[in-house]
């Protein structure tokens, strides 16, 4: 029986095509929601695709990021917490989670609105959030380029 898992598919072919852009012999930290369940037959998968391949020598360590491991059982936190990952630093592992405040400001007041009045609320909330990372893109690398002087 094969152990391709089309429930993992996407992922499975996103992760091996990042490796590949990564030299060999490298540890490789992979922040997935379910990472846990993920990484169970991950190499399995892999060697029984004929289309997915990692690189020899890379080290694959599975994490589940802060916030949704809160809501795992309570064995995947030892494994797979970022607080116990040796030289991870300090990390939510969050990305788009982190990003959803600017909207929750306003997604209580379109409850009451058209579902064409709602779009567009939401939507230009979005464009002013993404705006403003654009406009701080400048900034965050002028003060890289300042402390590497």
Same mark, same amino acid.
């Given at each position: 029986? #094969?152990?391709? %898992?089309?429930?993992?598919?996407?992922?499975?072919?996103?992760?091996? &095509? %990042?490796?590949?852009?990564?030299?060999?012999?490298?540890? /490789?930290?992979?922040?997935?929601?379910?990472?846990? &369940?993920?990484?169970?037959?991950?190499?399995?998968?892999?060697?029984? %695709?004929?289309?997915?391949?990692? @690189?020899?020598?890379? %080290?694959? *360590? @599975?994490? *589940?990021?802060?916030?949704?491991?809160?809501?795992?059982?309570?064995?995947?936190?030892?494994?797979?917490?970022?607080?116990?990952? $040796?030289?991870?630093? &300090?990390?939510?592992?969050?990305?788009?989670?982190?990003?959803?405040? @600017?909207?929750?400001? *306003?997604?209580?007041? #379109?409850?009451?609105?058209?579902?064409?009045?709602? &779009?567009? /609320?939401? $939507?230009?909330?979005?464009? $002013?959030s993404n705006w403003k990372k654009w406009v701080g893109i400048g900034k965050s690398c002028l003060a890289l380029v300042k402390v590497n002087l």
């Amino acid at each position: 029986m #094969t152990l391709i %898992s089309y429930r993992q598919l996407n992922i499975d072919y996103a992760v091996c &095509q %990042s490796l590949m852009t990564i030299p060999p012999e490298l540890r /490789v930290i992979t922040i997935y929601d379910v990472a846990c &369940q993920w990484s169970i037959n991950f190499k399995k998968r892999i060697e029984e %695709s004929p289309y997915l391949e990692i @690189p020899e020598g890379i %080290s694959l *360590v @599975p994490a *589940v990021g802060k916030w949704h491991l809160g809501a795992h059982i309570p064995e995947c936190f030892p494994k797979y917490s970022l607080n116990f990952i $040796d030289g991870i630093g &300090q990390i939510d592992g969050e990305i788009l989670e982190t990003l959803w405040w @600017p909207i929750d400001k *306003v997604a209580g007041i #379109t409850r009451a609105m058209s579902k064409a009045h709602r &779009q567009e /609320v939401l $939507d230009d909330n979005m464009y $002013d959030s993404n705006w403003k990372k654009w406009v701080g893109i400048g900034k965050s690398c002028l003060a890289l380029v300042k402390v590497n002087l």
